[in-house]
């Protein structure tokens, strides 16, 4: 007699992952200053660190949201027995609040569409819940969030058919891809339910256009299923074009009250905007009665505790920190990414252009010893135990081609981030050397191997790379 459950002893969660073994690599070494100076640096991890200070002077000046207090008056009682998975509505109607500020007002919300989760992660397993059957599917647009097999697939039991997209067009969502995607789904017998897009992306950085917005509504009408737009990174958006949320592409489309309309579900979370992974406050907003009352049954399984929604509700409440917050925020996170951008010129490596998140799309390809994801392998264990940078590979992102990683700039110090910066230019110029030594030697024993050494070494001559050092040191 089996002991365990199947779903205790399958290994569909992912956590054996790159993306998940790279946490484990940076956990049994983690990069310290002062006490483990030759440490992995963690640029695995889309935590946002940058505004901290932010939050923490708010918190100086309003003693009372975090002590559990009331104008002055004590409610840990009133805190301590609430119970109700309709969630706190001053909370509620705080959030609705917010999400309609990182749109820019453009569209609003009604607090009773909303349903409270435990992060992002709650809130789209639950809508998986609500919207499949096990053994049926929903498309994804690849390079995706690594998290998503664990959270979409392993409880529900729901497929992923990827939907492959391609450097070809800077990864965008094409018509045909879409369509390629849903025979795909045919052929192996899935019953297709929707499309589930992140906006902007993880793991591209990158906000998606009005045109793939408009397809996508296209699409998921012609197919007559649903649509999951998982705005987690709505406000962490830094350059330009701006934001444009699905809801209000369907409201410039006269959509309200249509059919699709109510197949059209978000997905937030304050853990990238707020930098609060740790709070565990999500949520889903969908205009289907059903949805929202199934959801909200179900949110029994991961609420958010009364504690943090009183104190959010009130750090949300407060319009001028809001404002200042995301203004400054943006400005941050604007500087840091170029710092990563900048970095990654030097050591000759170049990334998608992006606009948001927490993250840059890197481009290795040049760094392969063959266009496969064996050799991705291969150079992102020598980057986790050679150079000592925890990224994280686009195989883990199920991205078609191989040689793509995401590095993240947000979840450390400035002077780390160089640090990494600097690690990855010495492993580039030393494996440059190496190899121009190795093909000198086969050169002159009239043995040239010159057809298996990387193209990229001879891009990034050496003379480069003493120019880069020259410049470094000025
Ligand atoms: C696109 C996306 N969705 C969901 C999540 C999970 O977020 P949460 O911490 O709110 O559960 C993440 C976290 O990285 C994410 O990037």
């Known amino acids: 007699m089996r002991m365990l459950s199947t779903k205790a002893t399958c290994n569909s969660h992912g956590q054996d992952s790159s993306y998940f073994l790279g946490w484990q690599e940076y956990e049994k070494n983690p990069y310290d200053e002062s006490g483990n100076s030759k440490g992995i640096i963690q640029m695995g991890l889309a935590e946002n660190q940058l505004s901290f200070d932010l939050l923490e002077s708010w918190l100086a000046k309003n003693p009372d949201a975090a002590g559990f207090k009331r104008a002055g008056e004590f409610i840990f009682r009133e805190l301590a027995l609430f119970q109700d998975y309709h969630g706190l509505p001053d909370f509620k109607k705080a959030l609705v609040e917010f999400m309609a500020e990182t749109r820019g007002n453009k569209v609003t919300f009604n607090p009773n569409h909303l349903v409270l989760t435990a992060g992002a992660t709650s809130a789209n397993e639950t809508l998986m819940f609500c919207l499949a059957e096990a053994g049926e599917a929903f498309l994804l647009p690849t390079p995706y969030y690594p998290g998503f097999d664990r959270d979409l697939k392993w409880r529900t039991g729901v497929e992923i058919v990827p ?21 795909e789904a045919h052929k192996r017998n899935l019953r297709v339910k929707g499309v589930l897009v992140t906006n902007p992306s993880n793991p591209l950085g990158t906000t998606m256009s009005r045109s793939e917005l408009n397809l996508l509504i296209n699409f998921i009408t012609a197919k007559s299923i649903h649509l999951i737009s998982d705005e987690i990174y709505s406000g962490t958006v830094f350059g330009s074009p701006g934001f444009v949320s699905v809801m209000e592409v369907l409201k410039d489309r006269n959509c309200d009250n249509t059919q699709v309309w109510n197949r059209v579900h978000i997905v937030y979370s304050l853990s990238k905007d707020l930098g609060l992974p740790g709070f565990r406050v999500g949520a889903i907003y969908s205009n289907d009665e059903m949805v929202v009352a199934a959801a909200t049954k179900m949110s029994s399984f991961g609420l958010v505790s009364s504690q943090t929604q009183y ?11 809001t404002k200042n917050y995301l203004t400054e925020n943006q400005k941050r996170l604007n500087q840091r990414h170029k710092m990563l951008v900048m970095g990654l010129q030097k050591a000759g490596i170049s990334c998608l252009k992006s606009n948001a998140g927490l993250f840059c799309w890197v481009d290795m390809r040049h760094l392969l010893r063959s266009n496969t994801f064996d050799a991705e392998m291969e150079l992102w264990k020598k980057i986790v135990y050679d150079v000592g940078l925890n990224i994280s590979p686009g195989h883990s992102c199920h991205c078609a081609e191989p040689g793509w990683f995401r590095m993240c700039f947000a979840n450390m110090s400035e002077k780390t981030l160089n640090l990494a910066m600097q690690r990855l230019k010495a492993f580039v110029v030393e494996s440059t050397a190496k190899i121009n030594n190795q ?15 990387p193209k990229w070494v001879f891009r990034l001559s050496s003379r480069d790379c003493d120019r880069d050092r020259e410049s470094d040191e000025r």
Request: with cysteine; charged share 25%; hydrophobic share 30%.
């Open 163 to 183: 939907i492959h997209c391609t450097s070809s067009n800077d990864f965008q969502i094409t018509e045909s891809a879409l369509e390629e995607a849903y025979q």
């Open 439 to 453: 093909s000198n030697y086969h050169h002159s024993s009239k043995n040239s191997k010159r057809k298996s050494i």
């Open 311 to 321: 104190l959010l509700s009130a750090l949300l409440s407060d319009k001028k920190f």
